[in-house]
């Protein structure tokens, strides 16, 4: 079937009054997309902004995508927006400025002109208008991008946020721990055996044995998979002690007062020669979970006065540690410069306590291990008596010596005085039954996996802002909007949707090709009544001579090279 020929002649009517209503009006000529562009350009600017915040000193492993490249889509977004938005103010202008009494063509031109062409914006001279300052401050847009590039680098640094941790530690030690077994038996879960008829604590089972060797060598305490990558902070709940402290003194005869005589005298002299211990860390075995330490030493260098004794009773509670998490090297451990004062007491275990029971022949102790090794740790005596060639010192343990204060001896003599170890053994102490919470743990039991947030502090690659590259980089992308911004106005005074369409714009000064039955169409009603009608641009004759112009094809031929043509 052959193609129908394109009309040669153009028919249209004009019926007066029955086009389109013009319909002016703020909401019903609110210019949706260019508004909608807008915001678009402003919330690509504030994606960079938000970027840029939320990356500054944050770990480069916490982010999938580099920062970098969520601002090149920021910076990319906003500038497509940016220049769609100016296409569709321009072309609100060029309606806007149509209306105007006393507009000229020339003034519709450069309205156009401007908006299309940066260079004829840049050189427009007297003819400058808000349309071509729109048109050079968006074509500088761009600039943004690598502004933004530069305001995201990487460094090495400290971060510091909160974490979610997962550690396995006991609220309170199960019945016993770690007995001495080869198999899972009853015994596997106790720190000691009892043994004579006063149930005194005389062997540690040998998983225990591990862990007080581990604090005796001062070994790291490790665990796995905490959740910690760096250095932690946090508040640890587990089993632990609560002590009550007293102190007292004791007298001190090293040297005969004056004044005495006769029996008296002679009394003094003896005491000086049976001596006294000048210092002394004894453990007392209560039982039922229960032990004592005691202290005394000589704090002075006076020869006749007083001992400084100091007494404490400790007793098993569930308390909250301050702990220092080590993500480097999966360790953990009790906050540096934190005692036992600082551990937050949540409850006192009930007393008196199940110890010593009797199963299979053998008297196993869920402390009694625990009291034991501290004993064997910390037990310690300096005794010191006037003898045939004058005073002399007898020793056991080693405490003793690690705290006679230096420079004090000159010669063996009731000079001789000691630093208070009492706070240093509360700490050993602390942190050995927070070892055996920790080894006692089972992670098969509830209640013994502690889900906690920490305060953790990473060195590693971080993210750092440039605010100052940002803010350039806002600036240039603000400029390009707020010069395109007033462009919008007086959108209310128009009454249709308009475009720059040649279609529109040349039926709007009457083009008689597109003289249809409403003045008032849009673009789009246009096409649909004279969209098949044949055109083209060339010469036309008329009774007033030849022309070049738009026309139909029939009555429309080709320019020849140097012809000349009419107004």
Request: with cysteine.
């Amino acid at each position: 079937m052959s193609k129908a020929p394109i009309t040669s002649t153009y028919r249209y009517e004009t019926v007066e009054g029955l086009g389109n209503p013009w319909q002016p009006g703020f909401f019903r000529r609110v210019p949706w997309l260019g508004l909608t562009a807008m915001l678009g350009a402003m919330v690509g600017v504030l994606g960079a902004v938000a970027v840029l915040y939320l990356s500054n000193n944050k770990p480069v492993q916490d982010w999938s995508l580099q920062p970098t490249v969520y601002l090149a889509i920021a910076s990319a977004a906003t500038n497509i927006f940016l220049h769609f938005a100016l296409t569709e103010a321009v072309n609100l202008t060029w309606w806007r400025r149509a209306l105007k009494n006393k507009t000229t063509v020339a003034d519709l031109h450069h309205c156009w002109e401007h908006g299309q062409s940066l260079w004829v914006a840049l050189t427009s001279g007297r003819q400058f208008s808000v349309v071509a300052l729109a048109s050079i401050l968006v074509a500088l847009g761009p600039i943004n991008g690598p502004l933004l590039q530069r305001a995201s680098r990487i460094q090495q640094g400290y971060f510091e946020r909160n974490t979610d941790l997962h550690i396995n530690i006991a609220p309170e030690l199960p019945e016993g721990f770690t007995l001495f077994s080869d198999s899972d038996s009853l015994y596997d879960r106790y720190t000691g055996y009892l043994s004579t008829r006063g149930h005194f604590p005389n062997l540690l089972t040998p998983s225990f044995v591990e862990v007080a060797q581990r604090f005796n060598q001062n070994s790291s305490i490790f665990i796995a998979d905490s959740g910690c990558k760096g250095s932690c902070s946090a508040q640890l709940r587990g089993a632990g002690l609560v002590a009550n402290c007293s102190i007292s003194d004791a007298p001190l005869h090293l040297e005969i007062p004056d004044g005495l005589t006769g029996e008296e005298q002679d009394q003094e002299a003896q005491n000086i020669v049976q001596g006294t211990d000048i210092f002394g860390t004894y453990f007392l075995w209560s039982g039922n979970g229960l032990f004592n330490l005691g202290v005394q030493h000589k704090a002075t260098k006076d020869c006749l006065g007083t001992l400084v004794v100091r007494n404490c009773t400790f007793r098993p509670a569930v308390v909250t540690y301050p702990v220092s998490i080590n993500g480097n090297t999966s360790s953990i451990s009790l906050a540096a410069g934190t005692t036992i004062s600082d551990d937050t007491v949540d409850e006192v275990v009930p007393w008196p306590l199940d110890e010593g029971s009797v199963q299979s022949s053998l008297n196993i102790s869920t402390y009694g291990g625990f009291f034991k090794s501290l004993s064997d740790t910390y037990s310690s005596s300096m005794h010191m008596n006037f003898g045939a060639i004058g005073f002399q010192i007898f020793n056991e343990g080693a405490l003793s010596n690690r705290y006679v204060d230096s420079g004090v001896l000159e010669t063996l003599n009731c000079t001789m005085s000691f630093r208070d170890p009492t706070d240093d053994i509360i700490a050993g102490i602390r942190e050995l039954f927070f070892r055996t919470a920790l080894a006692s743990a089972d992670a098969t039991r509830p209640a013994d996996v502690q889900r906690i947030t920490a305060q953790e502090s990473l060195n590693t690659p971080i993210y750092t802002s440039s605010y100052r590259f940002l803010a350039l980089a806002v600036l240039f992308s603000l400029l390009g909007w707020l010069a395109t911004l007033p462009l919008f106005t007086g959108w209310w005074r128009l009454g249709r949707a308009v475009s720059l369409s040649p279609i529109e714009t040349a039926k709007a000064f009457g083009a008689p090709g597109l003289r249809t039955k409403d003045s008032n169409a849009r673009v789009k009603d246009i096409l649909k009544d004279a969209g098949d009608r044949g055109v083209r641009y060339g010469v036309m004759t008329t009774t007033e001579g030849t022309r070049l112009m738009m026309g139909e094809p029939s009555w429309v031929r080709g320019p020849n090279a140097g012809e000349r043509f009419g107004g």
